[in-house]
Nanobody, 126 residues
Framework: QVQLVESGGGLVQAGGSLRLSCAASGRTFSSYAMGWFRQAPGKEREFVAAIRWSLSNTRYADSVKGRFTISRDNAKNTVYLEMNSLNPEDTAVYYC???????????????????WGQGTQVTVSS
């Protein structure tokens, strides 16, 4: 059974940085994409970033491009999201996600992902 556990959220001032981690277990992750999504109060869950385990391809939402960096450590089965220049609009619960299937592109829709972590709260104060 696939399990995803996020950590690293917290309260930070605008302009600050945080690094989120997602520890994955339950299967071999080579060739599978991993994604980060976020959901702010009253809003739908939205794509943030995705990475392929074996090819280091990455994809970002326009709203975070240039500020966030997704990376992974295959040996640790862990995906990271480095977030810099945070602003109050980045406040949300951040979720790690993994698909059941292998895609030949980096998926950015919530419907492409089957496994989800419990989420970690990120709050950016102005």
């Amino acid at each position: 059974q696939v399990q995803l556990v996020e950590s690293g959220g917290g309260l930070v001032q605008a302009g600050g940085s945080l690094r989120l981690s997602c520890a994955a277990s339950g299967r071999t992750f080579s060739s599978y994409a991993m994604g980060w999504f976020r959901q702010a109060p009253g809003k739908e869950r939205e794509f943030v970033a995705a990475i392929r385990w074996s090819l280091s391809n990455t994809r970002y939402a326009d709203s975070v491009k240039g500020r966030f960096t997704i990376s992974r450590d295959n040996a640790k089965n862990t995906v990271y999201l480095e977030m810099n220049s945070l602003n109050p609009e980045d406040t949300a619960v951040y979720y790690c996600a993994a698909p059941r299937h292998i895609y030949f592109y980096l998926p950015a829709s919530t419907t492409d992902y089957d496994y989800w972590g419990q989420g970690t709260q990120v709050t950016v104060s102005s």
